[in-house]
Nanobody, 122 residues
Framework: QVQLAESGGGLVPPGGSLELACVVS????????MGWYRQAPHKEREYVAG???????EYADSVKGRFTISRDDTANTVWLQMNNLQPEDTAVYYC????????????????WGHGTQVTVSS
């Protein structure tokens, strides 16, 4: 029943910025922690950032200081502001949710959205 709709990706040069959005439907958004994930070709899916239902945040070391996760509970939307993008950030970005931020990096999710492609290249 849960639906995850990512958007906002695109092609940007190194140093550029993008803001991704994920709209969640089919569940009570405020009951869940939200996470952003990315997957590059031939690589494992990587946990990028998480935000709890109480708006506590955490980030992977690779994006810390450059990315900011936020949520709008009235719009059932989680955002990922990405600044100073680098070629290593190129991946398909996905969102997902779990009841606790502490398990976002280990949860095996049964449902994924289609993701949004981020390409950082000159």
């Amino acid at each position: 029943q849960v639906q995850l709709a990512e958007s906002g990706g695109g092609l940007v040069p190194p140093g550029g910025s993008l803001e991704l959005a994920c709209v969640v439907s089919g569940r009570t958004f405020t009951d869940y922690a939200m996470g952003w994930y990315r997957q590059a070709p031939h690589k494992e899916r990587e946990y990028v950032a998480g935000i709890s239902r109480y708006h506590r945040t955490e980030y992977a070391d690779s994006v810390k200081g450059r990315f900011t996760i936020s949520r709008d509970d009235t719009a059932n939307t989680v955002w990922l502001q990405m600044n100073n993008l680098q070629p290593e950030d190129t991946a398909v970005y996905y969102c997902n949710s779990d009841y606790s931020i502490t398990t976002l990096n280990k949860k095996t999710f049964p449902i994924w959205g289609h993701g949004t492609q981020v390409t950082v290249s000159s």
